[in-house]
């Protein structure tokens, strides 16, 4: 009885798109009422009293920085996003949702012994400077923050790195995929102070969702 009256609310970041549907369901599955009408709000911050949480939509990218400064006890964030803003979270369980990957891809034309200086255009200079590095490969990483698939096609770079889905938007651009990176799929993250401090709260979550997870639902 005692725990009950000392629980607290927990503060979810997630992020906002496909990922963020794809969490939800996860969430119910998992047997936490949210309300019918969540998905369909426009709100940045949604309380959900009945599951004991609070939520913050936030952009992608932004998740792990509010977790990480402690604005959100928890959060769904993708690998590639961890990879690449490295921020200081515990991640604690791969969900196993909005799979995908990362990969290099240009022109058909690309011809790689004539590449002395390639540029790479990415969202992700962090990860694509690491991967580029770790091949033993010098190259130009110029950042942009949409249509990464415009740059081969305008002359900006030679190459991009971005994630992929189905391959389509490549396809349709008149690109062709040349090396697959890694794979990536939505990580459960978690503020190292919260988890001292909420343990209860986030063990049971941790819990009911590896729960479904495993269970191959969450796939």
């Known amino acids: 009885m005692t725990k009950e009256i000392t629980r607290e609310i927990l503060t979810v970041a997630m992020p906002k798109g496909r990922i963020f549907d794809e969490a939800v369901a996860l969430l119910r599955r998992a047997n936490y009422p949210l309300p019918p009408e969540f998905e369909k709000s426009r709100k940045l911050i949604i309380d959900s009293p009945d599951a004991g949480m609070r939520f913050i939509l936030a952009k992608p990218m932004d998740v792990p920085t509010y977790v ?30 909005s799979p995908c990957y990362m990969a290099v891809a240009a022109l058909p034309t ?36 949409g249509s990464i698939e415009l740059a081969p096609i305008v002359g900006l770079a030679d190459r991009i790195v971005d994630i992929v889905s189905t391959g389509r938007t490549l396809k349709e ?47």
Do not use: C, W
């Not at 343990?199 to 269970?215: H, K, Y």
């Open 68 to 97: 990480e400064h402690g604005v959100a006890d928890v959060g769904v964030a993708g690998k590639d996003v961890l990879l690449e803003e490295k921020r200081d979270v515990y991640e604690v369980l791969d969900l196993k949702i």
């Open 110 to 145: 690309y011809n790689p012994k004539a590449d002395i200086a390639s540029k790479i255009a990415t969202k992700y200079p962090n990860l694509a400077s690491t991967y580029f590095r770790e091949q033993g490969e010098q190259v130009e990483i110029i950042k942009l923050n």
């Open 173 to 219: 651009n008149g690109l062709i995929e040349l090396e697959t990176m890694m794979p990536i799929t939505s990580r459960f993250v978690v503020n190292p102070v919260s988890y001292r401090m909420k343990s209860l709260q986030i063990d049971e979550m941790v819990e009911r969702i590896s729960a479904v997870v495993e269970g191959g639902e969450g796939s």
